[in-house]
């Protein structure tokens, strides 16, 4: 069932398949991120604190919570996304194998060039398909014949059977569905090691949420795969591991943060959760 | 709990003769006043055109837009070709100026500023400049550079247009820059762009059709400019594509002809009114298509 509305019926995830493989499989991944005790505030805001957690290679991480629970904002720390906005700060270390990221003499640029990003709504730029897909590449100063780049790109999201005759015409006219597996190719196309999707499939219908949904699967072979959800039953389908994120009231002051609940095997947090918060989000009774 | 349903009024009616008489006499009056409110507000505008294409064509010809300009107003016949040359000139001078600091100073304000006091401060002296009559700036040019340097010259005409027309491109480019929707700067920025990057590869080329539009509105407003040409520009008769000599431009010469008691000299304002109207359409139009050139096809 691909029906991405809110989760009132959530109950469990699909049938829990083969675990006990599984499990043992992905535990022997390397780490790529290591974070601890992160947390970010903007202004005297503090969104969301002390998030600790592990993002294993060639798996897809989920993070899931109510609104308000800070996991964009931490998804936006992982490619330094926050620096964007005035008066973001973060606190904590995250290590992107084993280097500090917010270390001063880190470059955010060279972050974003190894760790790509998909936004929730669907961002194409007002220019060719091709010249979409051939951006990344461009402003890392490749010249000179990108085809091969654009289409191994457009291939790999899923979406070069479909546009192949039409690489001139703007990306503006794809449909939805389509216009977020170009920035998924686009994504792909400046061959970052992690890709961070923030709500990809919220801005579109069923069969195109179960398009992207496929080509995630796909293209986790190859690629760290980190994914803000608030479809439930989304991150029980694609995802190895789930970050469970509330937000809980503060102690000074009137504003609300969030803290990192439970994160497990996403079979277990769906099936076995150890915090009840978790339980009573992921049964449907609150959020 | 089971709910009654509404009764359907028989027969059922959804014709305008269901409306009560009040409605449809406002209805009817609405639509009136604003169509005559439409014939009135084009009446000026025809009568403009059509007064200057009548006036004007009569003495337009080859030989009026390639002759010099009679030294005596008395005299019938002449041309306007050095005041075209005038007005492509400084006008072109002015453009040059104004635009590219204009758009850097947009993009100024609206990607690098964070609206900072700075930027503020720029944005309101903006606002107030383009409230500036222009005669103020002509005499604000004719003090610092032609009484400094005792000449009068076609580039302290364009100095004085290009003060013109720099805050109405500050303004309409700053707005455009705004329409461009964050998520478009956000994508450039996670796929490893620095922000110059950004700016010149997304932000400009998205906002690029309005930009045009905003530059070719100064364009067309300095073009007509009078008052801060007569005492910046000089006079000439024959054409100069010097810019460091006298001018004339066609505005101006309106302004002298039209002011004189002679049938030429009246002829040759309408000729030059005609002449400048076609200019400003002409480049308009020229400067649409290079825009929907460059928008990508979709």
């Known amino acids: 069932m691909s029906d991405p509305t809110p989760a009132s019926t959530a109950l469990a995830p ?12 992905v535990q022997e991944e390397p780490t790529v991120f290591d974070v601890q005790g992160l947390s970010v505030h903007y202004g005297a805001f503090r969104a969301v604190r002390d998030v600790d957690l592990q993002i294993r290679r060639h798996e897809i991480t989920a993070f899931i919570g109510p609104s308000g629970c800070g996991k964009s904002t931490v998804l936006r720390c992982f490619n330094r996304m926050n620096d964007l906005i005035e008066g973001a700060r973060v606190e904590g270390r995250l290590r992107y194998h084993g280097v500090d990221l917010y270390d001063p003499a880190v470059q955010p640029v060279e972050v974003r060039r190894r ?35 654009v289409e191994r790109s457009l291939r790999a999201a899923a979406l070069w059977d ?24 686009r994504a792909i196309a400046t061959d970052p090691e992690v890709l961070l999707m923030d709500e990809p499939c919220s801005a579109l219908d069923p069969i195109a949420t179960a398009r992207i949904e496929d080509l995630m699967r796909e293209i986790k072979e190859r690629y760290t795969i980190i994914i803000v959800t608030h479809n439930m039953q989304q991150a029980a389908r694609v995802s190895d591991r789930t970050a469970f994120f509330t937000t809980e009231a503060s102690p000074h002051s009137d504003t609300r943060t969030g803290v990192l609940v439970e994160y497990d095997l996403t079979d277990r947090v769906f099936s076995n959760p150890r915090d009840e918060r978790t339980e009573s989000y992921v049964t449907g009774r609150f959020g | 709990m089971a709910l009654v349903d509404p009764p359907v009024r028989e027969p059922l009616d959804l014709t305008r003769a269901r409306l009560s008489t009040r409605r449809r006499l406002a209805d009817r009056a609405a639509t009136a006043v604003i169509s005559l409110a439409c014939v009135v507000a084009l009446v000026p505008l025809v009568a403009v055109v059509g007064y200057v294409v009548t006036r004007g064509s009569g003495i337009m010809s080859w030989e009026f837009l390639t002759s010099d300009i009679p030294r005596q107003y008395r005299v019938e016949g002449g041309g306007m070709y050095p005041a075209i040359v005038g007005t492509l000139l400084i006008t072109g001078l002015a453009a040059l100026m104004a635009i590219p600091l204009g758009v850097l100073g947009a993009v100024y304000l609206n990607e690098l500023s964070r609206q900072n006091r700075t930027a503020r401060a720029i944005r ?9 009559p222009s005669i103020v700036m002509g005499l604000f040019v004719y003090t610092i550079w032609v009484l400094r340097f005792e000449r009068q010259s076609a580039f302290a005409g364009a100095l004085a247009l290009a003060c013109l027309m720099l805050p109405i491109v500050i303004r ?19 796929l490893g762009s620095h922000q110059w990057r950004t700016i010149t590869s997304v932000v400009l080329p ?15 407003r300095a073009a007509g400019e009078t008052a801060p040409l007569v005492f910046t520009v000089g006079l000439v008769y024959a054409p100069s594509w010097s810019v460091s000599d006298s001018s004339t431009a066609l505005s101006a010469q309106i302004f002298r002809n ?12 309408f000729g030059a009114a005609l002449t400048l109207i076609v200019l400003v359409f002409a480049f308009t139009a020229l400067s649409r298509l290079v825009a929907s050139r460059l928008a990508v096809e979709s």
């Open chain 1, 14 to 25: 699909s049938p829990p398949a083969a675990p006990a493989v599984d499990v043992l499989a």
């Open chain 1, 115 to 149: 760790i790509g990003m998909v936004f929730q709504k669907p961002n194409p730029f007002p220019k060719s398909i091709y010249d979409n897909v051939a951006y990344g590449p461009r402003i890392t100063g490749q010249k000179g014949n990108l085809d091969d780049v």
């Open chain 1, 162 to 185: 479909e546009v192949k005759d039409r690489l001139k015409r703007s990306a503006l006219s794809l449909s939805g569905g389509q216009q977020q597996r170009l920035c998924i190719a």
């Open chain 2, 124 to 132: 309101f002296l903006a606002d107030v400049m383009t409230g500036v």
């Open chain 2, 172 to 190: 309409s480019t700053e707005e455009m820059l705004r329409l461009v929707p964050d998520e478009l700067r956000q994508g450039s920025v996670a």
């Open chain 2, 206 to 220: 998205t906002a690029l059709p309005g930009i045009i539009s905003g530059a070719m509105l100064a364009i067309a």
């Open chain 2, 258 to 269: 039209a002011s004189q008691p002679f049938a030429g000299a009246q002829d040759r304002a």
